[in-house]
């Protein structure tokens, strides 16, 4: 956002497609940027999140890709505005010979930004954005909607629809009046929060009840961390949290108090939060590294008896792996299994042909396996690797009807599911990594090494880049170190079940 000055003082704000975003995802966040820019706090140490720099980087790659299609498409009449101000550029798109614009600056009523393209249509012009993600999002569809009803004022005549160019290559179209409702009211609501809070003398407040706060961004996650807040609880989400404030439970400490009913939740539910609680405020210690509690332990003996044929098994992927068309994306890189008898089995893919002859591989080797030990499972942590396998089968058009068989009967067991139906733990994550502290004992995650899964995503492009440039040392050193991740994530979830069934009843 920007705060415009007029002789010294400032202006009402004038907002951005990104505050839009903010405003709508955490109202407490926005507060605490304006009050940076206002000078009342010092701006929040950002949390370093490589894979979201990555992903920038890619994304910026990918608009450049799409305006350097769009002109060749074309042809004459392109302009690229990204030196001219929206007076200028308004202009420009009188002219009859300009049939696409690039980097369009936009200038509403309290509102500025810079529209990806323009072009010509015959119902007007078609306000049009790029987007990495494979989806339409429900920002950017508000973000681009909003750019063309700032130029629509502006007297450009334009498309009754907006468009999103995803990064699959898809063209999303969405009419205009199925966005006007929304787009005026999460406008009007950013306005009136930030018109509020300026016009106060302060700084925002935690605890203000007028204030959406989404409780995961980095304002949210600093306030939490120092205040012992509610909202540190797992399970506790922004809904839950401002019911649970109401009753005046405002922090883990009083949560893990609370007997009394809070209104808006029923008793099993405060129950569950407030042994949750409690775990959390356990200290650990050298004997009990995670604080934990095993309330269902009868579902813990439902898990199968162990056999020598047992795999545990992870992939890695990488979301941002390109093919050779602009819809061939995410890849599939390494099949990661772990026999029982510790022998490590991975199945490598660094292309789509390698991709498909991975999982023919992979599920080869599986079944040659179920064929010795019938009784065999495959154990694995959450739902991905049962997903990823139906949509790789469907992708190569290959063993579809052997992925469902497996996948429909009891072959594969997900630990992640069996956690949260038997276990509580004194961790605000489940993640895999956040349990290790109960069952790896000295063999814990060297934090030096690939220790997460967007560090793995990282590495792998490290790979990449190193292939490229023909180093060929530097991408043998980059697999060995993936290789080790997943391996000690199939060694982690193999801990994990023999964890389980030593606690089960």
């Not at 007297?155 to 199925?178: K, M, N, Q, S, Y």
């Not at 003996?301 to 941002?320: I, K, R, W």
């Not at 179920?370 to 139906?390: D, I």
């Amino acid at each position: 956002m920007d705060l415009p000055l007029l002789d010294g003082r400032p202006q009402p704000a004038v907002i951005t497609a990104g505050d839009l975003r903010r405003g709508r995802e955490c109202e407490f966040g926005l507060l605490v940027e304006l009050d940076v820019r206002l000078g009342r706090r010092e701006a929040v140490p950002a949390e370093v999140d490589p894979i979201r720099e990555r992903f920038g980087d890619l994304g910026r790659d990918y608009e450049q890709e799409v305006t350097d299609e769009l002109t060749a498409a074309i042809g004459d009449g392109v302009i690229d505005a990204g030196r001219m101000s929206a007076t200028e550029v308004l202009r420009v798109l009188q002219d009859p010979a300009v049939r696409l614009v690039h980097q369009v600056p936009v200038a509403g009523e309290r509102f500025r930004g810079r529209a990806d393209h323009l072009l010509r249509d015959e119902g007007g012009w078609v306000a049009a954005e790029t987007k990495l993600a494979r989806k339409a999002h429900r920002h950017a569809q508000l973000q681009v909607a909003a750019y063309a009803e700032a130029l629509e004022s502006a007297g450009v005549p334009l498309a009754p629809f907006v468009r999103l160019i995803l990064g699959d290559g898809t063209h999303v179209d969405t009419p205009r009046e199925e966005l006007a409702d929304e787009l005026h009211e999460v406008r009007s609501r950013i306005l009136e929060v930030i018109d509020a809070h300026a016009a106060e003398s302060g700084p925002v407040v935690w605890e203000d009840p007028r204030w959406k706060a989404c409780l995961f961004c980095d304002a949210c996650r600093a306030e939490l961390a120092v205040r012992e807040d509610v909202g540190l609880a797992a399970g506790v989400r922004a809904t839950t949290r401002a019911r649970l404030v109401d009753a005046g439970v405002t922090t883990l400490t009083a949560l893990a108090e609370r007997t009394r009913p809070v209104e808006g939740l029923d008793d099993e539910q405060l129950a569950v939060l407030r042994s949750q609680a409690g775990l959390q405020l356990i200290e650990p210690t050298p004997q009990e590294p995670l604080p934990y509690e095993v309330f269902a332990p009868e579902l813990l003996a439902q898990l199968p008896a162990p056999s020598e044929g047992d795999v545990f098994f992870d992939f890695e992927g990488d979301p941002m792996w390109r093919g050779a068309t602009p819809t061939d994306t995410g890849l599939e890189y390494l099949f990661g299994s772990l026999t029982a008898s510790g022998d490590f089995v991975p199945f490598w893919a660094h292309d789509r042909e390698q991709e498909r002859a991975a999982l023919v591989g992979f599920v080869d080797w599986l079944r040659e396996r179920l064929q010795r030990w019938p009784g065999l499972h495959v154990f694995h942590y959450s739902g991905y690797e049962r997903s990823a396998l139906t949509r790789l089968a469907a992708r190569h058009g290959v063993y579809e009807a052997e992925v469902a068989q497996l996948l429909d009967g009891d072959v594969f067991v997900d630990l992640y599911a069996v956690v949260k139906s038997a276990v509580r733990v004194g961790s605000r994550s489940y993640s895999i990594k956040a349990l290790e502290p109960l069952y790896m004992g000295d063999e814990l995650r060297d934090a030096d090494g690939v220790t997460a899964g967007g560090d793995s995503i990282i590495e792998y492009q490290r790979y990449r880049e190193a292939v490229a440039a023909g180093d060929e040392l530097e991408a043998a050193a980059r697999l060995e170190d993936l290789r080790q991740y997943n391996e000690y994530d199939c060694l982690s979830t193999l801990r994990l079940r023999d964890w389980l069934l030593d606690h089960a009843g």
